[in-house]
């Protein structure tokens, strides 16, 4: 695939000609993003090999690649023979980081995740801001993304770029179209934002991405869930029900980026009224309030993971109103997602955010709703799990958007390093 990514940059300006330094741009994404997706560290005859650049080329960029702190060399292999033996090349953990942020109905949180993928600092700080100005919470996420700046620096990381996670429908400017649950309407995240610095500016990686809390999700799943998960479907519980939808590895993000509202289909035309103005969204029937209520936990005020622990608590002990609960949820959510199935032909259903510790009541409902409701789920079953990263899945999926960002422009991390 590489070697087709240079054949076509090649081919594609109208001169015929390429300039040297949009073919270097060219040549660090190549090698970079072969020594990101290997199994095990490729020496830089073996990525030579691989992406048709000569060794002289190869040898020149990972050199530049490790002077600007995006790759190491890994332990040389115990010699076997006659000669030196390779050395191999992985990610750098000590250079450039990405900084992912939520804002939630009742939390902020603030992540920090390195070029290798490794999570370097997470923190969540409870807190309802349903009665909260935007300005007002997201001056309180600023002050969270300081103390998460501060951490990266005592690591030796330096913030590339920053992805906030919001619970609402954005647009591609980052203006918060409608974040029903927050009670935002049009709000203009990066302009409140301006005054606070998330991170340092890097060429061409946007300081501050504004992004669907679900999407996000979706994306964290990718980045940390098992092995050959391409194509999936991540709903994510909270007191909203957001999904993200993942095919053959890419987000699917909809015309306008705002696909995924799944909890606001309709699982009953003519029933409870949502927030959203219409009635019988599955919202009202699945989210984290609903389910508390129907478990005689009306009013209990918890946050999200302490709702979840306490549910699953009483779940596991019996309770006859938790087990209804979580069944009736369970029945109300298989009812939404086996549409969703239907139409994209998903194989997978990641349960994430709140649902994620309560998956193991959750899923039987789900999964009868989806082999009764599913055309095809008589010879392809489709499978319910939980997500690998629970309610961190969004501040994760942000950070690691923002490593995704630098494998794939290196360019301008090095000319910001050099």
């Not at 049009?186 to 340092?200: C, I, N, R, S, T």
Request: proline share 7%.
């Amino acid at each position: 695939m590489a070697a087709v990514w240079q054949c076509q940059a090649v081919t594609s300006t109208s001169t015929g000609a390429v300039r040297q330094g949009s073919l270097r741009q060219l040549n660090l994404a190549v090698v970079l993003r072969r020594i990101a997706t290997a199994d095990r560290p490729p020496s830089r005859a073996e990525i030579a090999a691989d992406t048709g650049l000569t060794r002289a080329t190869v040898s020149a960029v990972v050199d530049d690649l490790i002077a600007g702190r995006l790759v190491a060399e890994a332990e040389p292999a115990p010699r076997t023979g006659a000669g030196r033996p390779a050395r191999g090349l992985l990610l750098a953990g000590d250079g450039p980081a990405g900084l992912g942020l939520e804002v939630n109905v009742d939390y902020l949180a603030a992540c920090v995740v390195d070029l290798t993928g490794a999570v370097r600092h997470h923190v969540v700080r409870r807190a309802d801001l349903r009665p909260v100005s935007p300005a007002d919470a997201l001056d309180r996420l600023a002050r969270l993304a300081a103390e998460a700046r501060a951490a990266a620096v005592r690591e030796g990381l330096t913030l590339a770029g920053a992805t906030l996670a919001v619970p609402g429908l954005v647009g591609a400017d980052g203006l918060v179209r409608l974040a029903p649950n927050l009670g935002w309407r049009d709000v203009a995240v990066p302009a409140l934002l301006a005054g606070h610095p998330l991170v340092e500016p890097v060429d061409g990686i946007p300081p501050l991405v504004v992004e669907n809390e679900a999407n996000l999700a979706a994306l964290g799943e990718l980045h940390a869930g098992p092995p050959g998960s391409a194509s999936f479907l991540h709903v994510s519980g909270e007191i909203g029900i957001g999904a993200g939808i993942v095919l053959d590895g890419v987000l699917y993000r909809g015309v306008r980026g705002w696909s995924g509202e799944i909890g606001h289909i309709p699982v009953h035309p003519t029933g409870r009224p949502c927030r959203c103005g219409g009635q019988g969204c599955l919202e009202r029937y699945a989210g984290q309030e609903a389910i508390l209520t129907a478990a005689g936990l009306a009013g209990a005020d918890l946050p999200a993971d302490t709702a979840a622990a306490r549910l699953a608590d009483l779940a596991a002990a019996g309770d006859p109103a938790t087990l209804t609960a979580l069944a009736d949820a369970g029945t109300a959510l298989g009812v939404a997602v086996a549409g969703v199935v239907n139409l994209l032909d998903l194989d997978t259903v990641v349960l994430g955010g709140g649902y994620a510790p309560l998956a193991r009541w959750l899923r039987p409902p789900v999964d009868a709703e989806l082999s009764r409701r599913v055309l095809t789920a008589a010879w392809s079953p489709v499978t319910v799990r939980p997500a690998a990263l629970g309610a961190r899945s969004a501040a994760v999926g942000g950070a690691a958007s923002v490593v995704r960002r630098i494998v794939d422009r290196p360019a301008g991390w090095l000319a910001r390093s050099g």
